[in-house]
């Protein structure tokens, strides 16, 4: 399948998050795909359930490499299902795509058929209740069927530790303060999903993690993902802040500036991506 970059569309996104969703899915694709190739499947699966798709990163990685699927993919953000439905036509798959839109942390989810796999990257972290997601997971999955729970450890890192050279340390400080945020609004985020997996009834076939460590400097998607990644960070992160901190995050988000993020030739995408493979007993 030719996966065309597909550019950000401002007015289907309020928060910038599905921007974000389409450049981490370009940067790490190479990433993504190993993940999927590496998912312990017994037979090909033909149904899958893709929880939270966002944009589709997840979707078009598993009809890549699930010639013979189908997927239903769900998620609670009406733009974020319109955007992947766009992609969709333009990859030629819109026939083997139905996008679902509900809230998963309602009691009442909608009919998602009887799949043989279901996976959910970075989205169950966002549950209210990732318990009850696993078990209703569980109880919907086919018997044998396999569940891949994709996490990350933490949000992806651009710079160098000792950078900028005026306030050294910079982006984990930004990281730290924006703490307290993440705390409370995603307190699952970094879940040891084995135990919690295995707690729903699932048996574990196999957990995996691959290290991103990607060169960026110059490269368009990594700059607009350093950028964009910061400029949220920057939101969560300003009121723990010191001035100088805050001065000096403005100057990398500053594009005309020549400190700007964009022009960094030490830019890299340093991150963790896990994935948990459970099965439902036969
Ligand atoms: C970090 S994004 C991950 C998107 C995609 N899986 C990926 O790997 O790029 C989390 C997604 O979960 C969705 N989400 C969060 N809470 C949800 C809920 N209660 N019901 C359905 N979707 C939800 C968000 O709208 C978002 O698209």
Same mark, same amino acid.
């Given at each position: ?53 966002? =944009? ?42 139905? =996008? ?35 078990? =209703? ?146």
């Amino acid at each position: 399948m030719n996966h065309a970059p597909h550019r950000p569309h401002p007015q289907h996104d309020t928060d910038g998050q599905a921007d974000i969703l389409d450049l981490d899915a370009e940067v790490l694709a190479g990433h993504m795909a190993a993940l999927t190739q590496w998912l312990p499947v017994r037979t090909p699966p033909r149904e899958i359930v893709d929880l939270g798709c966002g =944009t589709g990163a997840g979707t078009f990685a598993l009809l890549d490499r699930f010639p013979g699927a189908r997927i239903r993919a769900v998620d609670a953000s009406a733009g974020h299902l319109r955007r992947l439905r766009e992609k969709s036509r333009a990859l030629g798959v819109d026939d083997r795509v139905r =996008t679902l839109l509900a809230d998963l942390d309602e009691s009442d989810w909608p009919d998602l058929g009887s799949p043989d796999l279901v996976w959910a990257s970075a989205s169950m972290h966002h549950m209210a209740d990732p318990d009850q997601a696993l078990r =209703t997971v569980h109880g919907l999955l086919a018997p044998g069927g396999l569940f891949a729970v994709v996490e990350l450890a933490g949000p992806p890192r651009f710079l160098p530790a000792d950078a900028p050279r005026e306030r050294p340390g910079l982006e984990e400080r930004c990281h730290a303060a924006a703490q307290q945020f993440h705390a409370h609004h995603v307190p699952h985020r970094g879940a040891d999903w084995g135990p919690k997996l295995t707690a729903a009834g699932f048996s574990l076939d196999g957990e995996r993690t691959v290290t991103v460590d990607i060169a960026g400097a110059g490269d368009p998607a990594v700059g607009a993902y350093a950028l964009g990644t910061l400029q949220r960070l920057r939101h969560r992160a300003v009121d723990a802040l010191s001035t100088y901190d805050v001065a000096a995050l403005d100057r990398l988000l500053d594009t005309d500036s020549p400190h700007s993020i964009l022009r960094r030739d030490d830019l890299t995408v340093r991150t963790e991506r896990t994935v948990w493979a459970a099965r439902r007993h036969d």
